[in-house]
């Protein structure tokens, strides 16, 4: 800001003034510039405000006099100097042509009102942060420099390309969704408040309300994301999901998302809370992910930071994605949510109502009490939060023989194939979550036990290893709805027939034949163990291996008590041996491609 | 003892006649440098001139003349305090005036320094040079200053005459005078206080008042009011408005 626009408008017939003319642009003189960056003293504030309360008698404005006290008690010293100064520069200030005086007096309080700028305006010399090095600076070539250079093309190689055209693209669809909500290219219902000053748009879209709007509801459809970020919309989507039972996605993608972005000093509880009530074995929310977001995570966890939870939490949330978004676009909650929503009509303020908004402007809630009324709200819901599985299943009764069941059943009829898993859930005794997972795909279950082909449904996994194997298509299915492997096989293959027909129950496992335990470091979800404590009330579908070793230690542990966290117990993690079904450790998946899927599998 | 006290009398006398003549002196330098302070503010405008530079040179000698010459003189009364037994007052004024020089050197040293940086910024010393020159509608007015700079008196002008320094060196000399006389006199600067009360200035100067000033320089603090109001195309009335845009 080299000079300051000082806009000058007088009338001719001021007598005094005929030296300027009218309406001429003048520039503060260089002396006054804030470039030259010279210190501002705050005696020569002093020396301006006792010359000021000379010129005008005594009446300054409110912050002036603030100041003038303020500056009289801490320069008490130097007070006579000052006060001798101003009548000085004033008198000299008088020896001037007046115009000349006039414009002189204009700039000096234009110096000061940028410099002391008065309470509650925006300080004109406010500048961001310093960079910490000078961009247009000259920059000296050592090697350094041209190591950096290397770097930074090396990157820009490896980085991915998109072509403009679907760039372009992108941006174009996004604008044509947008444009109809976009206050600024289209009517803002019922009215932009910052136009008209009322404020009826702002309550009517606040976090909390009952009915929304119909632009909101609309806005939901346009993306998942749009759906989380709204508040409104994620309480819809929440009810959504608490009547599918599946409400622990949610949640626990919540709390990830409070992990990430708390304060530092909880993050590990806030940790150990979130492995407690979503992702350990027995937990009373636990979620669904595959063995090797688990196994990441949990390892992670052992060392808690803030983004630990971020293949997990991506994991549920392309799930809800792909999965719970689509069928809450369908599902009564959603379009009974459409139906209620108000649309307001426009409002349509003449000259006099305009005016008496801008006088009937109040100020809104405080965000301090929003973020409160919020807080209030979390917690309520969390001492209310549901326990998604319930205590149904008849394996709850405490029959020790009963409690382990080995992914690698004994009968030979079915070593042959691959390990399938034998799961806890049966169609007898559904746990909620195949329920869940049921109801909704009941009828391509149907389909799917009839044709027995692998056709690829419209909810096909995102995935880019996709092949057409129907052995792997159907271990995905299971997987998602934890039905019976009987019935799937039954039409697979031929040689897991007898067992299939036979196992429509589990296959119980006799615990004391841990030689059969399979080795125990195995990612590989397809490979399922269950164990399962005997008070435990929950039998979630275990893809983590504790073996053996840990079992009894954890039967005694794990149960009524608290579930212990890996990192806590003493439990030695590493495996030896690796399945078949192992990816080879140290490559690196795309757990986005691969989250339902192992290619290796279609080897068998 | 009569004789004692007799010196002692006329040591006090002359004392406190030496006292008058450096405050006469101070407000001396003050009216120098307000002077030079409203010389040194049109440069770089479009009331430069060479005239102007002469006009700035002039006072800057005459304030070095005078700085040089109370700061020797004030050093003298404050030694003097320390060996003779000297009244409290007396060297409560002494001390005042003291920390009122240092004031002033300081102030004047802060007006050179931009008083450099703006003639570097502007050299005049070609005719196109004037070009660069800023508009702020300034004209040439500065005679009226300048002859207040000639008429100030100081008791030793006649006595004392030194070549005057340039620009950098004048800066630099005022530098070591200050800190020179910082670490010479142990004077504790908040043990002096003022003389008048504050909000004492407002009824000291009977001149007339401008009040025609005033309106013009009501200054609508763009943030309070609304911005719409304020670019309001012709004002009807007698009165002018001044807005800060930018």
């Known amino acids: 800001m080299k000079w300051l626009f000082v806009v000058f408008i007088f009338l001719e017939s001021d007598k005094n003034l005929t030296g300027l003319s009218l309406c001429s642009l003048l520039f503060q003189t260089p002396y006054f510039w804030p470039t030259q960056q010279w210190p501002v003293e705050d005696t020569d504030y002093a020396i301006y405000l006792a010359k000021r309360n000379i010129r005008k008698k005594g009446i300054l404005e409110l912050h002036e006099q603030e100041q003038y006290n303020h500056l009289h008690k801490w320069m008490n010293h130097k007070w006579d100097f000052i006060v001798m100064q101003a009548k000085e520069q004033y008198r000299a200030a008088k020896e ?8 002189f007096d204009c700039q000096e309080r234009a110096y000061w009102v940028v410099h002391r700028p008065p309470p509650g305006t925006v300080s004109a010399m406010d500048y961001g942060l310093d960079r910490r090095t000078d961009p247009n600076a000259d920059e ?90 709204d508040p409104r919309g994620r309480d819809d989507f929440r009810l959504f999901l608490k009547k599918e039972f599946s409400g622990e996605n949610l949640a626990f993608w919540e709390g990830c998302e409070d992990l990430k972005w708390g304060t530092a000093v909880t993050m590990r509880e806030k940790a150990e809370q979130i ?144 390990s ?30 009839s044709e027995g082909e692998g056709n690829m449904e419209a909810r096909a996994p995102d995935g880019g290893n996709l092949s057409k194997s129907r052995m792997a298509l159907s271990l995905r299915r299971l997987l998602k709805r934890g039905c019976s492997p009987s019935a799937m096989f039954a039409s697979l293959s031929p040689k897991c027939h007898t067992a299939a027909t036979a196992s429509s129950r589990i296959q119980p496992i006799m615990p004391d034949e841990p030689s059969h335990a399979p080795p125990r470091r195995i990612g590989n979800f397809f490979h399922i163990k269950v164990d399962i404590p005997p008070e435990c009330r929950i039998y979630p579908i275990e893809s983590e291996d504790e073996d053996e070793e840990n079992r009894p230690a954890s039967r005694d542990r794990v149960g009524t008590e608290e579930i212990i966290c890996p990192w806590e117990s003493l439990s030695r993690q590493n495996g030896t041996g690796m399945s078949q079904w192992e990816e080879t450790p140290g490559k690196t998946q795309n757990l986005l491609e691969r989250q339902y899927f192992r290619s290796t599998l279609g080897a068998s | 003892m009569s004789r004692w006290r007799r010196s002692v009398d006329e040591l006090t006398a002359g004392r406190q006649r030496y006292q008058k003549e450096c405050e006469r002196a101070q407000n001396a330098l003050s009216r120098v440098t307000s002077c030079f302070q409203q010389l040194v503010a049109s440069l770089g405008s479009s009331a430069d001139s060479s005239y102007l530079r002469e006009e700035i040179d002039e006072t800057r000698a005459l304030a070095h003349r005078i700085c040089s010459g109370l700061s020797h003189r004030l050093l003298r009364l404050l030694s003097a305090c320390d060996s003779a037994p000297i009244a409290v007052e007396d060297r409560q004024a002494s001390e005042r005036l003291w920390v009122l020089f240092l004031s002033v050197v300081e102030n004047f040293l802060c007006e050179l320094q931009k008083a450099k940086d703006l003639i570097g910024q502007f050299p005049l010393t070609q005719r196109s040079n004037r070009c660069s020159l800023v508009n702020t509608g300034c004209t040439d ?5 300048a002859a207040r700079v ?26 070591s005078l200050l800190s020179e006389l910082q ?32 309106d013009i320089m009501e200054v609508e603090v763009v943030s309070n009011s609304r911005s719409r109001n304020n670019m309001s195309a012709c004002c009807p009335g007698k009165c002018c408005r001044l807005s800060c845009v930018g």
């Open chain 1, 96 to 103: 001037r042509k007046k115009p000349d005086r006039v414009v």
């Open chain 1, 140 to 229: 000296t070539q050592t090697p350094d420099c041209y190591e950096r250079i290397m770097i930074f093309t090396q990157q820009s190689i490896m980085r991915p390309r998109v072509k403009s055209s679907v760039s372009i693209g992108a941006l174009v669809k996004y604008c044509a969704t947008y444009s109809g909500h976009d206050p600024f290219l289209s009517k803002c219902l019922p009215s932009n408040p910052w136009l008209t000053d009322d404020s009826t748009f702002w309550t009517l879209n606040m976090h909390n309300v009952e009915i929304p709007t119909k632009m909101r509801v609309e806005r939901w459809t346009f993306s998942f994301k749009e759906l989380l970020s």
């Open chain 1, 275 to 418: 492995y407690k009530t979503f992702l350990a074995r027995g937990a009373p929310r636990w979620i669904n992910i595959d063995g090797k977001t688990m196994e990441i995570t949990v390892k992670g966890l052992k060392h808690p930071h803030r983004y630990v939870l971020d293949a997990a939490q991506t994991h549920i949330y392309m799930l809800m994605k792909k999965d719970s978004y689509g069928r809450y676009l369908k599902s009564p909650v959603f379009k009974e949510t459409l139906k209620k929503a108000i649309c307001p009509e426009e409002h349509k303020f003449n000259e006099v109502q305009l005016e008496q908004n801008a006088r009937n402007r109040r100020p809104s809630l405080s965000p301090i009490v929003i973020r409160q009324q919020e807080q209030e709200q979390r917690a309520k819901m969390a001492a209310n939060a549901p326990v998604d599985i319930t205590q149904l299943c008849r394996f709850t009764t405490p029959v020790p023989h009963l409690a382990v069941y080995s992914g690698i059943p004994d009968p030979p009829s079915v070593t042959a194939s691959p």
């Open chain 1, 420 to 449: 399938f898993p034998f799961l806890a859930h049966t169609p007898v005794c559904p746990s909620p979550i195949s329920v869940a997972l049921d109801s909704t795909s009941a009828s391509e279950r149907r389909l799917e036990t």
């Open chain 2, 141 to 145: 007015g500065l005679v009226g200053l």
């Open chain 2, 150 to 175: 000639a008429l100030v008196q100081v008791p030793w002008l006649v006595l004392e005459e030194e070549p005057s320094p340039n620009l950098t060196d004048h800066i630099a000399g005022l530098e």
């Open chain 2, 183 to 214: 670490q010479r006199v142990p004077v504790a600067f908040w043990s002096v206080e003022a003389t008048q009360p504050a909000w004492a200035e407002v009824l000291s100067d009977p001149d007339d008042p401008d009040d025609s000033l005033e």
